[in-house]
């Protein structure tokens, strides 16, 4: 479980960092399916994700994570078991365009140089993301510039942790994949790290 969760963290991040750099253009991220390869000190690994219209999917290692903030909750999702497990989330923490409307965000992005990224060109960037003056969060990301500056890379600000956004497809998502099978077991959910939310389970609208 512990390896399920820090999967689901560095993937989380990689997510959240990217739709934020990308608010300038959000119109590209309203439907969209891609493969995701993460690199962290553990090793390598591909994962697939799938976004539409703020609903996030996200399949790795045989567990499936769908995130609703419309329905501010998150599920965990075991297929070989045929369960799930359900938690709150803290949407002032994950919402994307809550952040994007809160005045006292600032997003700044600063240039870096011109790269290729799996075959696309793209201009990698420093993003700061700032909350009333201090620092939240820092890392890098890179533009497909063929793709209508979608990002396509994500790395932390100590390089430890890249994403590779691989195989992009848009608008190819049915909003079946943001819905947990209705013969699914709900399971009790175990504490999660800090930042991704709290509260108690609840039932499923």
């Known amino acids: ?18 739709g934020v750099a990308f608010a300038v253009n959000m119109s590209t991220l309203k439907n969209y399916s891609a493969d995701m390869e993460t690199t962290t000190k553990q090793g390598t690994f591909t994962s697939k994700i799938f976004y539409k219209d703020t609903k996030t999917r996200m399949e790795s290692k045989g567990s499936i ?3 609703r903030t419309d329905k501010k909750v998150m599920w965990m999702v075991q297929p070989e078991q045929k369960s799930y497990m359900e938690m709150a989330l803290d949407i002032n923490k994950q919402d994307i365009q ?25 201009k ?4 700061t993301i700032t909350t009333n ?7 890098f990301i890179w533009e497909a510039t063929d793709l209508s500056n979608f990002p396509v890379k994500y790395e932390s600000e100590d390089k430890k942790t890249s994403t590779v956004w691989k195989n992009i497809k848009t608008n ?12 699914y077991k709900k ?13 108690s389970s609840r039932k499923r609208k």
Not at 102 to 119: G, L, Y
């Open 187 to 199: 399971m009790t959910m175990p504490s999660m790290p800090e930042g991704m939310g709290g509260g």
């Open 172 to 183: 190819s998502v049915s909003d079946s994949a943001f819905e947990v099978p209705a013969d």
């Open 98 to 122: 809550s952040k994007l409307q809160d005045p006292n965000i600032k997003v700044d992005k600063e240039f870096v140089a011109n790269d290729v990224v799996d075959k696309h060109p793209a």
């Open 124 to 127: 990698k960037y420093h993003m």
């Open 65 to 67: 994570i769908i995130m």
């Open 133 to 139: 003056g201090k620092k939240e969060q820092s890392g």
């Open 1 to 18: 479980m512990k390896k399920i969760l820090g999967t689901v963290v560095s993937l989380f991040v990689a997510v959240l960092f990217v």
